[in-house]
Structure formats: structure tokens, C-alpha cells
């Protein structure tokens, strides 16, 4: 019997009966990180790392929460739990599970790019890796951190220099800090979307020091706005919250840019690729660097991904989960990027020249 296993509910330890990011309610879960398709409501409680308390708590409501640090192991019916640093976001952790001499680590979502923002990736070695494979196709391949973050602080100067509002949309745990704490604040203000300050707040709560920011209200004056910057969420695209700021210059920043078309299909003026996932020469390495036997992977480029780890000599194996479905895992397109892509085969819209009107 293996110490992991498959389930309907999530990855279950049933020597140590609990869970690592189940999606259905269980009485024990492990959980890798606060984002929505790892962290989910109803279990009776929860184990996570202590700088995801805060998140988890704004996000779930009133949970029973566990903490730890990374390297700190706590014990469940005599079986062995230890989180190390994912590199993915904020309080985001691998989870190590040791019984009786046999090692397996749970990824949850990783990237081996130290970001300056959370703790970077620590490989572990142990017998069988669960990981993701969000980027697992040789096309993605991301380039360093600061070459994307010179672009985008030099579309926002431009922008402010043509009198344009600068919209620049991550997903609020992650990739909003990511910008935040890169962005050139000598350029101008820092403004954020209420569903990204929240998750500031709740950070800040944490103990984490992010730079300054100014929530957008209805007293926000347009033309201040204007001269400086707007991280927003993606589910605020195309909305008349966004449009309000017209006339703008809208920028997406995702692992999903390096694709042709993605950038026209979320509408926007920009695309910058940046992920909090391994690319493919990231995932190889990490797996890698594990010196495991065998490998499982839950979701991403799985097919494309564990082939490619078949034939280099891994004992790879594709597995049915429900993760990846967040904004920047899922490739889907959203419901008016198809639209979009039903109205025509026209080139790129300038939101920019089109007034807001996306
Ligand atoms: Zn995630
Ligand atoms: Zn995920």
C-alpha cells in the first residue's frame, strides 16, 4: 500500500488520515497554498504555512487553522509532515510526507524563480514527487524577472506621458504583489482594485511589507489615477469599473501570453509573460533536483509532459485532479475572450484608441 494515494475527495495519506488540498470536505487537510483550487471550504480543519493565515481566513471565514514554518514537522497518527517554500506565491509550501522510510513531497503549484516577493523554491529530495505541469511544453520558456518588469515600467512611463491610464491585471495572491513590489515608484502611484487590496490588507496583517498602495473608491480622482498605475484583477476585464479609467493602456501579465492570440483574446494592449509557475526547463530541473523514482502529475501539459518524462526515464504517471482551474492556471478562455474570438478574425483591438471600450 503506498502512503499516498488518489481519491475522489484529493491526495489522501491514510496512515496518517489526511488530505493535501482536498476538494470535497474531509475532517484533515493539508493545504499548499490559499489560492481557490487548493484551499478549499468545509473541512474540519486545516493545516497550512503561517504566512497563508491570513489569506485563508480572509478567503474561508472562520476555519480551524493549523500554522507552521517551513521546515517545522508536526506528526498525524505517527506519520511525518513538513512544508518547504514553493516559490509559487505568498506562504505557498511543498508538503512532505514521511512514514517509515518512504518520502513523498506534494508540489502543489511551484516556480524555481526567486520572485524577491515570497520564499524561493527548495527542491526535496524524496522517493515519489507529486507535481504540477501548468508550463509543461518546451514553448514556455520565461525570460528573467527583470527584463519583464523593465517593459512594463516602460509602457506605464509612456502611458503617463501620452496621458493615458495605465490597467495592469494579475490575479490578486501572486501576481498582484509580484508587480507591486517591482513596479518604479518613481514614476508614479501605486492604485488597486478592492478584490486586490483586500488581499493586500490580509498580507499586511501577515506581517509582509508591500509598498504603498492606494485603494480605487468612488472619491478617486481620475485624473491622479491617471498618472499613476492600476493593478487589477482579471475578472474586472471589460467591466465599466475598468472602462471608467478611459482613456487607458491595458496590460495582462500571464504564462498564457507566450501563446499567439492570448493576448487578443483577453483584449489587451499588452501582454507580459510572467507566471508563478515553472516553464519547462523549470519543471525539468525541479523534478530533477528531487532525484525521485516516479513521478505524478496533476494538471497542466500532463500528456505532452509525462511523455517527455517516460522517454528521459522517469516512472511518470498523468493523475485526475481538480487543480489548475484558477485564473492563471486555466488556459479557458473566459466568456467574453470567446466572444470575442466568435465576433471576428480581426487583429488585436487597441483598447487604448477605442476609448475603454473593450
Ligand atoms: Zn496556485
Ligand atoms: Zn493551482
Known amino acids: 500500500m503506498p502512503l499516498l ?7 489522501y495519506c491514510a496512515a496518517g488520515k489526511f488530505y493535501v488540498d482536498p476538494w470535497l470536505p474531509v475532517d484533515d487537510a493539508v493545504i499548499t497554498h490559499a489560492h481557490a483550487d487548493h484551499a478549499y471550504t468545509g473541512h474540519k480543519r486545516y493545516l497550512a504555512h503561517h504566512l497563508s493565515r491570513e489569506v485563508l481566513l480572509y478567503r474561508l471565514g472562520d476555519i480551524t487553522l493549523q500554522t507552521v514554518e517551513y521546515g517545522e514537522t508536526v ?58 505541469c501548468t508550463f509543461g511544453m518546451p514553448v514556455y520558456k520565461w525570460k528573467p524577472q527583470p527584463e519583464v518588469f523593465a517593459e512594463v515600467n516602460s509602457w506605464w512611463q509612456n502611458n503617463v506621458q501620452n496621458n493615458l491610464a495605465t490597467v495592469i491585471v494579475g490575479y490578486s495572491l501572486g501576481k498582484a504583489q509580484r508587480i507591486l513590489q517591482n513596479l518604479n515608484l518613481d514614476i508614479g502611484n501605486v492604485y488597486t482594485h478592492g478584490v486586490i487590496e483586500n488581499t493586500n490588507e490580509a498580507l499586511r496583517r501577515n506581517g509582509i511589507v508591500l509598498n504603498p498602495t492606494h485603494r480605487i473608491t468612488q472619491e478617486s480622482v481620475k485624473d491622479e489615477v491617471r498618472k499613476g498605475i492600476i493593478i487589477a484583477p482579471p475578472s474586472s476585464v471589460g467591466t465599466p469599473w475598468m472602462r471608467k479609467f478611459a482613456p487607458y493602456s491595458f496590460g495582462y501579465c500571464s504564462g498564457w501570453m507566450t501563446i499567439r492570440g492570448a493576448k487578443r483574446r483577453r483584449a489587451a494592449d499588452r501582454g507580459f509573460v510572467l507566471s508563478d509557475h515553472a516553464d519547462w526547463t523549470g519543471l525539468i530541473s525541479a523534478i530533477d533536483a528531487t532525484r525521485c523514482e516516479s513521478v505524478y502529475l496533476t494538471h497542466g501539459s500532463t500528456a505532452t509532459f509525462s511523455k517527455y518524462l517516460s522517454e528521459i526515464g522517469f516512472d511518470a504517471h498523468e493523475v485526475h485532479t481538480l487543480y489548475g482551474t484558477e485564473e492563471d492556471d486555466a488556459p479557458v478562455p473566459t466568456a467574453e475572450a470567446k466572444l470575442a474570438d466568435n465576433n471576428s478574425q480581426e487583429p488585436a483591438k487597441s483598447v487604448a484608441n477605442e476609448g475603454g471600450e473593450v
Open 75 to 132: 506528526f498525524k497518527n505517527g506519520v511525518a509532515i513538513t512544508l518547504f517554500p514553493a516559490g509559487h506565491v505568498i506562504g505557498s509550501a511543498q508538503i512532505k510526507i514521511e512514514h517509515k522510510g518512504e518520502v513523498w513531497v506534494v508540489s502543489g503549484d511551484y516556480k524555481v524563480e526567486d520572485d524577491g516577493v515570497c520564499t524561493p523554491f527548495e527542491p526535496v529530495q524524496c522517493h515519489h514527487f507529486i507535481s504540477e
Open 5 to 11: 494515494e488518489f481519491t475522489d475527495k484529493g491526495i
